[in-house]
């Protein structure tokens, strides 16, 4: 971990594309400074009634993950929306969110000139965790709190006895993690509804934490 006082503004850059352009965007990405990321293959879950909001119509996306500093992650997004304009509908979503600590990589480096700012929240990432087979569930649970649709990832090891990585946390084979983009206001709502009907707080049925969402790209209101 980094000590504190020497901690710069890290972000998580997430990219929802369609399905076979998560390497272009890698290497995009590595363009402006990223050294690298992280693609996950995953299922949209949205119905047409919900387009207005996430603009995204097909169902198999595939999503970038990557960590950089603030002041490459602005240059990083500004690049990558000009050349994917990601602003228009039906080209993807990109958001950011915050880290408050960072192990494990050496791609990173301090940057003393790194403005860091206050920015108003508007939006949360709500990242839910369960056994295969109940992202639906998760999904129909969300939209009974007022979600507009999410992304269901596959997240299992090779093997059965293997484990996946989320944020340092273990993710057991034959697991689904569901990420949902959620407007701040209804979060609570959105949380508290998966946690009921999925029964979160007893032993094994699911983990839910969530992000505060620092930039944006291609989200319709």
Known sequence: MLPNDKTPHFEIIYVIVKFGMGSKILKEAKKCGVKGGTLFIGKGTISNKLLNLLSITDMRKEIVMMISNRKTTKKALEHLNRVFRI?????????????????????????????????EIMYQNIMVVVDKGNAEEVIEAAQKGGSKGGTIINARGSGVHETSKLFSMDIEPEKEVVMILSDENYTDAICEKISEDLKINEPGNGIIFVQDVNRTYGIYE
């Not at 602003?87 to 192990?103: C, E, Q, V």
């Open 87 to 119: 602003d228009k509908p039906n080209h993807g979503i990109i958001f950011t969110t915050s880290l408050r600590s960072l192990m494990g990589t050496r791609s990173c480096q301090i940057d003393d000139d790194d403005e860091r700012g206050d920015e």
